[in-house]
């Protein structure tokens, strides 16, 4: 199917020939010649996964992970701080279990440049890293001026984003949590396609649960290019239950067919603008706090806008990424189409049927794992297998979940498993508890699995 | 809008107009969410009162009859046959078996996951949440289930190697307790044959071994407390890291040691 | 219930009748004060019919059906469609996430596989498969497996050393 892999193997395993002969004539050459090097730029939920289970399948491996920022930010779940249902402090991870279990060689420097001819990678401050292979995951790059009016100076100050966690995210908490009594809070989600498909309605979810508690007069708007998003049906339903949420109509059509729905006379403080009600943004004023959609203009305490995004600016900067800003892969082992060596993963890979999560991220990971130390070995890549089974929450006791597992199939990546991704409409209390606790297992269990 | 001051929300009456739910069923459907509000926070310990003898029979006494029958069908509905095994036998390592338990022990067990008397991990996080789903007369019922199944054997786990000499020491305490610790026989309260004893000492036998080593270090340490008077914890603490394990590998086997001392033996 | 004291002014634009039904709905009861709505003249909007237009090669993946590239009619996505076996450790990988790398867990709400017996797992899957085992996601995951794919799982979780109270364990005999 993939002739690309094979005829990269078949170059691989000549340098290792090579290598050998060379070993045979210069001994104290050999080892540094022969064993082979594999570069990771990122150390998100990708790379360091990359790192790890590289090592774990060929612990002779010289595995370099070469990340910009010493303690990672979980990005999966830290809506959870604007609730304050955690601390900035509990979304950091640290590499040191990649270094001290694995022997993932850290390297904490800012990439800077990617010679593909020499396979070489060059850093801020002047290193250079020889590679045999390169895995990129880049991540996601937020594009804040596409509204006029937002910029990452305006994110930073006044209006956050917070789709990649740090100083944003704790302003927005401050924000959120300081916000006055009966102020609106508007979030502005973003277009397809972008990372953590239900994360922005489980951040409005959730903030709509604490107000309830602590600002019950408060209003919380999500505007919405799109119609639709991934988990609306149940994650709907929840709202419904909690939030005295009233579904649009199409929604309620097709849900009360399966389930019952209630129909709020007195409707509560959350509500969603879709694109078909003009809900896609156009422009933020962050002077006068009012974002303007295409249905109108909303003055509000308190807006989020997640912009729309592309892969991480390392992507553009070596090349990786074609018109769409994402980066065009091999299905079968992620190998950048456009420069040879590279391996691209995560959010900034196109990926066909798999959402932009950490989930999948991981899995892609480990399928390029697998990949590079079978083509090294001079062995065809084999036949790959993902998933994307996560939780969200619609309140910290009403959990849901999309679950996904994928092989190639007719040259994409598609679903295999089933009609059904979600939690079933009619589910049992006890399922959606369930659901709920175990999305707080999972970010440790995930977290585990990547980094330690 | 302009001007408007006061905005009330507007009811838009539907084509097919869905009448308003009576308050009964609007209360019943949106059980869901009272729970949910009120239900503890996971990061908020609880602070439940623990048990006197007096309390603890008081507690027990004010269950329901328990009906095996229905508790079968919340072993399914509510996942506990998930952790804890289609018949009560626990299919990994870390959870206990529940199969032959005692009806009085398991449903003290619910209570104090349900009150917040037992949270020593995050098993017992989720024991809590599932607890707190329980009506009184579901604890009864699936206390009475697991009652009803036989004592679980051979379950697989691994055991920790111990000597013939530990296993002489555990059988010794099982049967005569050690008078100079003032520990009394283990047999006293959990039975001759660790089947469980009076009110609600738990049946021992067949236990999960890593799962009863856990407990009693956890009743050494405090990470437990949930035992009226303070009786499993006294007696923990006088017990050696040897002896425990030893105990663990005795009553992992349902003959009460005599195999397992067979086999140390070999 | 309160009688309306703002009726919606008829209009032929849908845009400003769904919006302002919405914001005044959210913008109810009390606290209006200090906020004010200027509604656009839509005729002047910018609304494409493409308003969620995505870039050419990629969505959200978000139709619950799932797309299953080439498959006749509605059939719903399963194994079949690529019956190229994938090996052991791929397939079992995918667990790590919830289930600990290499299956191994410690304390946790998510069964550990590691050093289950084979026969376990595989039954335990099917009946997840087949919706006779309640389940959150499980059933949803165990139906991208076939029967030949969850024996080689089980083989492999079944040969790794299971953790004992978050350490590896003795080999001890059972």
Same mark, same amino acid.
């Given at each position: 199917?993939?002739?690309?892999?094979?005829?990269l193997?078949?170059?691989?395993?000549?340098?290792?020939?090579l290598?050998l002969?060379?070993?045979a004539a210069?001994?104290?050459l050999a080892?540094?010649?022969?064993r082979?090097?594999?570069?990771?730029?990122?150390g998100?939920?990708?790379?360091?996964?990359?790192?790890?289970?590289?090592?774990?399948?060929d612990?002779?491996l010289?595995v370099?992970?070469?990340?910009?920022?010493p303690v990672?930010?979980?990005?999966y779940?830290s809506?959870?701080?604007l609730?304050?249902?955690?601390s900035?402090?509990?979304?950091?991870?640290?590499?040191?279990t990649?270094r001290?279990r694995y022997?993932?060689?850290?390297?904490i420097?800012?990439?800077?440049?990617?010679?593909?001819t020499?396979?070489e990678?060059?850093?801020?401050?002047?290193?250079?890293?020889?590679?045999?292979?390169?895995v990129?995951?880049?991540?996601?790059?937020?594009?804040?001026?596409?509204y006029?009016g937002?910029?990452e100076?305006?994110?930073?100050?006044?209006?956050?984003?917070?789709?990649?966690?740090?100083?944003q995210?704790?302003l927005?908490?401050?924000?959120?949590?300081?916000?006055?009594?009966?102020?609106?809070?508007?979030?502005?989600?973003?277009?397809?396609?972008?990372?953590?498909?239900?994360?922005?309605?489980?951040r409005?979810a959730?903030?709509?649960?604490?107000?309830q508690r602590?600002?019950?007069t408060?209003?919380?708007?999500?505007?919405d290019?799109?119609?639709?998003?991934?988990?609306?049906?149940?994650?709907?339903?929840?709202w419904?239950?909690?939030?005295?949420?009233?579904?649009?109509?199409?929604?309620?059509?097709k849900?009360?067919?399966?389930?019952?729905?209630?129909?709020?006379a007195?409707p509560?403080?959350?509500?969603?603008?879709?694109?078909k009600?003009?809900?896609?943004?156009?422009?933020?004023d962050?002077r006068?706090?009012t974002?303007?959609?295409?249905?109108?203009?909303?003055?509000?305490?308190?807006?989020?806008?997640?912009?729309?995004m592309?892969?991480g600016?390392?992507?553009?900067?070596?090349?990786?990424a !074609?018109?769409?800003?994402?980066?065009p892969?091999?299905?079968?082992t992620? *190998?950048?189409?456009?420069?040879?060596?590279?391996?691209?993963i995560? !959010?900034?890979s196109?990926?066909?049927?798999?959402?932009?999560?950490?989930?999948s991220?991981?899995?892609?990971?480990k399928v390029v794992a697998?990949?590079?130390?079978?083509?090294?070995?001079?062995?065809?890549?084999?036949?790959?297998?993902?998933e994307?089974?996560?939780?969200?929450?619609?309140?910290?006791?009403?959990?849901?979940?999309? *679950?996904d597992?994928?092989?190639?199939?007719?040259?994409?990546?598609a679903?295999?498993?089933?009609?059904?991704?979600?939690?079933?409409?009619? *589910?049992?209390?006890?399922q959606?508890?369930?659901c709920?606790?175990y999305q707080q297992?999972?970010?440790?269990?995930f977290?585990?699995?990547?980094? *330690? | 809008?302009?001007?408007?001051?006061?905005i009330?929300?507007?009811?838009?009456?539907?084509?097919?107009?869905r009448?308003?739910r009576?308050?009964?069923?609007?209360?019943a459907?949106?059980?869901l969410?009272a729970v949910?509000?009120?239900?503890s926070?996971?990061h908020?310990?609880?602070?439940?009162?623990?048990?006197?003898?007096?309390?603890?029979?008081? %507690?027990?006494?004010a269950?329901?009859p328990?009906?095996?029958?229905r508790g079968r069908?919340?072993?399914?509905?509510?996942?506990?046959?998930?952790?804890?095994?289609e018949?009560?036998q626990?299919p990994?390592?870390n959870?206990?078996?529940?199969?032959?338990?005692?009806?009085?022990y398991?449903?003290?067990?619910?209570?104090?996951?349900r009150?917040?008397?037992?949270?020593?991990?995050?098993?017992?996080?989720l024991?809590?949440?599932? %607890?707190?789903?329980l009506?009184?007369?579901?604890?009864?019922?699936?206390?009475?289930?697991? %009652?009803?199944?036989?004592?679980?054997?051979?379950?697989g786990?691994?055991?920790?190697?111990?000597s013939?000499?530990?296993?002489?020491?555990?059988?010794?305490?099982?049967?005569?307790?050690?008078?100079?610790r003032?520990?009394?026989?283990?047999?006293s309260c959990?039975?001759?044959?660790?089947e469980?004893?009076?009110?609600?000492?738990?049946?021992?036998?067949?236990?999960?071994?890593?799962?009863?080593?856990?407990?009693?270090?956890?009743f050494? @340490?405090?990470?437990?407390?949930?035992?009226?008077v303070?009786g499993? @914890?006294?007696?923990?603490q006088?017990?050696?890291?040897?002896?425990?394990?030893?105990l663990?590998?005795?009553?992992a086997?349902? @003959?009460?040691?005599?195999?397992?001392?067979r086999?140390?033996?070999r | 219930?309160r009688?309306?004291?703002?009726?919606?002014?008829?209009?032929a634009?849908?845009y400003?009748r769904?919006?302002?039904?919405?914001?005044?709905?959210?913008?109810?009861?009390?606290?209006?004060?200090?906020?004010t709505?200027?509604e656009?003249?839509?005729?002047q909007?910018?609304?494409?019919?493409?308003?969620?237009a995505?870039?050419?090669?990629?969505t959200?993946?978000?139709?619950?059906?799932?797309?299953?590239a080439?498959s006749?009619g509605?059939?719903?996505?399963?194994?079949a469609?690529?019956?190229?076996?994938?090996?052991?450790?791929?397939?079992?990988?995918?667990?790590?996430a919830?289930?600990?790398?290499?299956?191994?867990?410690g304390?946790?709400?998510?069964k550990p596989l590691?050093g289950?017996?084979?026969?376990q797992?595989?039954?335990t899957?099917?009946?997840f498969?087949?919706?006779r085992?309640?389940?959150t996601?499980?059933?949803?995951v165990?139906?991208?497996?076939?029967?030949?794919?969850?024996?080689?799982?089980?083989?492999?979780?079944?040969a790794?050393?299971p953790?004992?109270?978050g350490?590896a364990?003795?080999?001890?005999?059972?």
């Amino acid at each position: 199917m993939n002739t690309e892999p094979s005829l990269l193997s078949r170059r691989d395993w000549m340098s290792s020939a090579l290598g050998l002969l060379a070993a045979a004539a210069a001994p104290s050459l050999a080892f540094a010649q022969t064993r082979a090097r594999i570069v990771v730029v990122g150390g998100g939920v990708g790379g360091a996964t990359t790192a790890k289970y590289l090592k774990l399948f060929d612990p002779s491996l010289d595995v370099t992970l070469i990340e910009r920022a010493p303690v990672y930010l979980r990005p999966y779940g830290s809506s959870e701080v604007l609730n304050g249902h955690i601390s900035m402090r509990d979304l950091e991870v640290r590499y040191d279990t990649l270094r001290d279990r694995y022997g993932v060689r850290v390297v904490i420097d800012t990439v800077t440049a990617l010679d593909a001819t020499a396979r070489e990678v060059r850093t801020a401050s002047g290193q250079r890293f020889g590679y045999d292979r390169l895995v990129v995951s880049p991540g996601i790059e937020l594009m804040y001026d596409a509204y006029d009016g937002y910029s990452e100076a305006v994110a930073r100050s006044r209006v956050p984003c917070a789709w990649i966690p740090g100083e944003q995210t704790a302003l927005l908490a401050r924000q959120l949590q300081g916000m006055r009594p009966g102020g609106t809070f508007v979030l502005a989600a973003p277009p397809n396609p972008y990372r953590c498909p239900p994360g922005p309605y489980e951040r409005a979810a959730l903030m709509t649960e604490w107000f309830q508690r602590h600002n019950p007069t408060a209003k919380v708007i999500i505007v919405d290019p799109k119609d639709s998003f991934v988990t609306d049906e149940t994650m709907m339903l929840g709202w419904n239950r909690l939030y005295r949420f009233n579904l649009p109509e199409d929604y309620e059509k097709k849900i009360a067919a399966k389930v019952e729905v209630l129909r709020h006379a007195s409707p509560g403080m959350l509500s969603w603008v879709r694109g078909k009600e003009g809900g896609r943004t156009l422009r933020i004023d962050a002077r006068r706090m009012t974002i303007e959609i295409e249905g109108g203009v909303i003055r509000a305490d308190v807006i989020n806008v997640i912009a729309p995004m592309r892969a991480g600016r390392l992507a553009a900067t070596m090349n990786l990424a !074609d018109s769409s800003g994402f980066c065009p892969v091999e299905r079968r082992t992620f *190998a950048s189409t456009r420069v040879p060596h590279v391996h691209v993963i995560g !959010d900034a890979s196109i990926a066909d049927a798999m959402p932009k999560s950490g989930f999948s991220a991981n899995t892609q990971a480990k399928v390029v794992a697998r990949a590079i130390v079978e083509e090294l070995a001079g062995r065809p890549a084999p036949e790959p297998l993902w998933e994307n089974t996560c939780y969200a929450l619609a309140g910290s006791d009403y959990g849901l979940f999309v *679950a996904d597992v994928f092989k190639i199939v007719d040259g994409k990546i598609a679903r295999i498993n089933g009609a059904s991704r979600y939690l079933p409409l009619d *589910a049992s209390p006890a399922q959606i508890r369930l659901c709920a606790r175990y999305q707080q297992a999972w970010l440790r269990t995930f977290t585990q699995d990547c980094f *330690a | 809008m302009k001007g408007a001051t006061m905005i009330c929300p507007v009811f838009i009456p539907r084509r097919s107009a869905r009448r308003v739910r009576p308050l009964a069923v609007l209360a019943a459907t949106l059980a869901l969410a009272a729970v949910s509000t009120h239900a503890s926070d996971a990061h908020t310990p609880p602070t439940a009162q623990p048990w006197t003898p007096a309390t603890l029979r008081q %507690a027990l006494a004010a269950l329901p009859p328990g009906d095996a029958a229905r508790g079968r069908t919340v072993h399914e509905t509510m996942f506990c046959a998930s952790c804890h095994g289609e018949r009560g036998q626990a299919p990994t390592l870390n959870w206990p078996h529940l199969a032959g338990q005692k009806a009085a022990y398991t449903a003290k067990m619910l209570l104090d996951y349900r009150d917040g008397r037992r949270l020593e991990n995050h098993g017992a996080l989720l024991m809590r949440d599932l %607890a707190q789903m329980l009506t009184p007369q579901q604890m009864a019922d699936v206390a009475a289930f697991y %009652a009803q199944q036989p004592l679980p054997r051979d379950d697989g786990t691994p055991r920790a190697a111990v000597s013939a000499e530990a296993l002489r020491q555990a059988e010794r305490l099982v049967r005569h307790g050690d008078p100079a610790r003032l520990i009394t026989p283990c047999a006293s309260c959990h039975g001759a044959r660790g089947e469980g004893g009076t009110r609600e000492a738990g049946a021992l036998a067949g236990q999960n071994p890593l799962y009863l080593r856990r407990t009693l270090l956890d009743f050494q @340490s405090g990470r437990r407390h949930n035992d009226a008077v303070k009786g499993m @914890s006294t007696f923990a603490q006088r017990l050696t890291r040897t002896e425990i394990e030893a105990l663990a590998v005795y009553y992992a086997d349902p @003959s009460a040691g005599r195999h397992a001392l067979r086999q140390a033996a070999r | 219930m309160r009688t309306p004291s703002v009726a919606i002014p008829p209009s032929a634009a849908g845009y400003r009748r769904a919006l302002a039904w919405v914001l005044t709905a959210a913008l109810g009861a009390a606290g209006a004060v200090g906020l004010t709505v200027q509604e656009r003249a839509l005729a002047q909007a910018r609304v494409q019919a493409t308003a969620q237009a995505t870039p050419q090669a990629q969505t959200n993946a978000g139709t619950p059906a799932g797309p299953a590239a080439g498959s006749a009619g509605t059939a719903p996505p399963s194994p079949a469609l690529n019956p190229n076996p994938v090996p052991a450790s791929v397939m079992a990988h995918t667990c790590a996430a919830c289930h600990g790398t290499n299956g191994q867990l410690g304390d946790e709400a998510f069964k550990p596989l590691a050093g289950m017996p084979v026969q376990q797992f595989v039954r335990t899957m099917i009946d997840f498969r087949e919706g006779r085992r309640p389940a959150t996601l499980m059933g949803h995951v165990a139906k991208g497996f076939t029967d030949a794919d969850l024996q080689a799982m089980g083989e492999f979780f079944a040969a790794v050393a299971p953790l004992v109270d978050g350490t590896a364990t003795h080999k001890a005999t059972p």
